[in-house]
T-cell receptor, first 112, second 117 residues
Framework: DAKTTQPPSMDCAEGRAANLPCNHS???????VYWYRQIHSQGPQYIIH???NNETNEMASLIITEDRKSSTLILPHATLRDTAVYYC?????????????FGTGTRLQVTL | GAVVSQHPSWVICKSGTSVKIECRSL??????MFWYRQFPKQSLMLMAT?????????EQGVEKDKFLINHASLTLSTLTVTSAHPEDSSFYIC?????????????FGDGTRLSIL
């Protein structure tokens, strides 16, 4: 699985959009980009994933660059409850369940 | 949505005792489950891959005789920390994946905080 690089921390004002970047310059053609977040003292929560196209769900949007070397997770209207560590993970499609390798992630602090 | 349940959520026990943690997939079947460990202010580290009906696969440096994994059904995997010591105190988290890789994301339990006195 490709290595991902994320900034260690970010701040965002409540109500504003939070844009969390992730670099995955060595990603291969069949590797998906997954985003999870971990709120303090809880298990990770799945947010969104994508392969090539931009994706949107009720939680967030995922923007993947055309060359697939980077992506951005967008929380359109951040709230205090979005304060968490966000993990970007590249994962190859093997046809069976594959282990996730968590890096250090980005600690997002949403403030009033 | 897919739900993974862990039990207990918190356990405190004396050094030398064994502790069993359960991980259940509540609304889907999972042939594979994963066990992670997380120390304070660190990221999740994979301990082992639990396979239904067969032996678990342990990551390098994880003692298989100390961390016993049983995956006897498609909805239940258990992790037993044998002869636990204070250094085993940690946050243990399991995950499971419904469906085929690439179509369904893994879902995580809420974790078990283990404190060994």
């Amino acid at each position: 699985d490709a290595k991902t690089t994320q900034p260690p921390s970010m701040d965002c004002a409540e109500g504003r959009a939070a844009n969390l970047p992730c670099n995955h310059s060595t990603i291969s053609g069949n590797e998906y980009v997954y985003w999870y977040r971990q709120i303090h003292s809880q298990g990770p929560q799945y947010i969104i994933h994508g392969l090539k196209n931009n994706e949107t769900n009720e939680m967030a949007s995922l923007i993947i660059t055309e060359d697939r070397k980077s992506s951005t997770l967008i929380l359109p209207h951040a709230t205090l409850r979005d304060t968490a560590v966000y993990y970007c993970i590249a994962l190859i499609n093997t046809g069976t369940a594959s282990k996730l390798t968590f890096g250090t992630g980005t600690r997002l602090q949403v403030t009033l | 949505g897919a739900v993974v349940s862990q039990h207990p959520s918190w356990v405190i026990c004396k050094s030398g005792t064994s502790v069993k943690i359960e991980c259940r997939s509540l609304d889907f079947q999972a042939t594979t489950m994963f066990w992670y460990r997380q120390f304070p202010k660190q990221s999740l580290m994979l301990m082992a891959t639990s396979n239904e009906g067969s032996k678990a696969t342990y990551e390098q440096g994880v003692e298989k005789d100390k961390f016993l994994i049983n995956h006897a059904s498609l909805t239940l995997s258990t992790l037993t920390v044998t002869s636990a010591h204070p250094e085993d105190s940690s946050f243990y988290i399991c995950s499971a994946e419904p469906g085929v890789r690439g179509n369904q994301p893994q879902h995580f339990g809420d974790g078990t905080r283990l404190s060994i006195l």
